[in-house]
């Protein structure tokens, strides 16, 4: 059986845009609905799944993409040496560029969801293969940072600082994320603020992602030279002084004070 490319390309397209698509509206029904009922939950549940779908297509797409950059280009007749090179050269950055940022809205939806767990189970952040996962994190953040870094003074330089930046991010959320695997939770309710902050950190990669690649698809490039990282930044520039204001509300509420080393 012979398998089209451009049908393939379609279908793994459709199932990365459809669900990131209904993650997008599904992700504000637990940030206004009534905590840990019925519609927080289930809704919950359906933003999970959505996540997890983007997640698989796009991994598999960067993947694709950088190890058989051509097939992401259906006409190639008429192009010279050069213009070739580039488009290969831009494919494989669209899977460095996808498959990272795939990875880091992964992360925080796992680490959500583990939280959860440690509600009733102290010990559910020092799995193993959650360290393993951060391990992989780390890794992948120094190979960006690299990348990116060749990239300014290489041929590719375009977007360079796109890869370097969310590399440098990427560390410090690994920083982050490799506490939470060692070190016993400082609050009681450490689960909860956790929780909430994780699931709002993949709200923030998914409206990043639709701003950056969604919106682009749609209207073009809307901005140019130094406003064009505008959409990168932008969720980002909301999202987490909202976390940080919300983690604070729900420590006073609950009037939960840090628990003492050794207690």
């Given at each position: 059986m012979q398998f089209d490319l451009t049908t393939l390309h379609g279908w793994l397209r459709l199932c990365h845009v459809l669900p990131g698509f209904v993650g997008l509206i599904a992700f504000w029904f637990p940030v206004f609905a009534k905590k840990g009922k019925r519609v927080h939950v289930l809704v919950g549940k359906l933003?999970?799944?959505?996540?997890?779908?983007?997640?698989?297509?796009?991994?598999i797409?960067?993947?694709?993409?950088?190890?058989?950059?051509?097939?992401?280009?259906?006409?190639?007749?008429?192009?010279?040496?050069?213009?070739?090179?580039?488009?290969?050269?831009?494919?494989r950055f669209f899977g460095w560029l996808l498959g990272p940022l795939s990875l880091f809205t992964f992360i925080p939806l796992v680490f959500s969801l583990q939280w959860l767990k440690a509600k009733n189970s102290p010990t559910a952040m020092q799995s193993g293969w959650l360290r393993s996962l951060v391990a992989i994190e780390a890794i992948l953040c120094i190979a960006m940072i690299f990348y990116g870094w060749q990239r300014a003074f290489g041929t590719g330089a375009n977007h360079w600082w796109a890869i370097f930046g969310i590399g440098v991010a990427g560390l410090t959320a690994t920083y982050k994320h490799c506490m939470?695997?060692?070190?016993?939770?400082?609050?009681?309710?450490?689960?909860?603020?956790?929780?909430?902050?994780y699931m709002l950190t993949t709200g923030i990669a998914f409206h990043t992602a639709f701003l950056v690649f969604g919106v682009t698809?749609?209207?073009?490039?809307?901005?140019?030279?130094?406003?064009?990282?505008?959409?990168?930044?932008?969720?980002?520039?909301?999202?987490?002084p909202a976390i940080?204001?919300?983690?604070?509300?729900?420590?006073?509420?609950?009037?939960?004070?840090?628990?003492?080393?050794g207690v």
């Open positions: 933003f999970a799944f959505c996540c997890l779908t983007v997640v698989i297509s796009a991994t797409s960067s993947i694709w993409a950088v190890v058989a950059p051509m097939s992401f280009l259906p006409n190639t007749r008429g192009m010279s040496d050069q213009q070739l090179a580039n488009a290969v050269d831009s494919s939470d695997t060692t070190q016993p939770a400082p609050y009681r309710m450490q689960w909860w603020y956790r929780h909430m902050e698809r749609i209207f073009g490039s809307l901005l140019t030279g130094y406003y064009a990282v505008l959409p990168w930044i932008l969720p980002s520039v909301i999202g987490v940080l204001f919300w983690v604070a509300w729900y420590r006073r509420k609950f009037n939960d004070e840090r628990i003492a080393k």
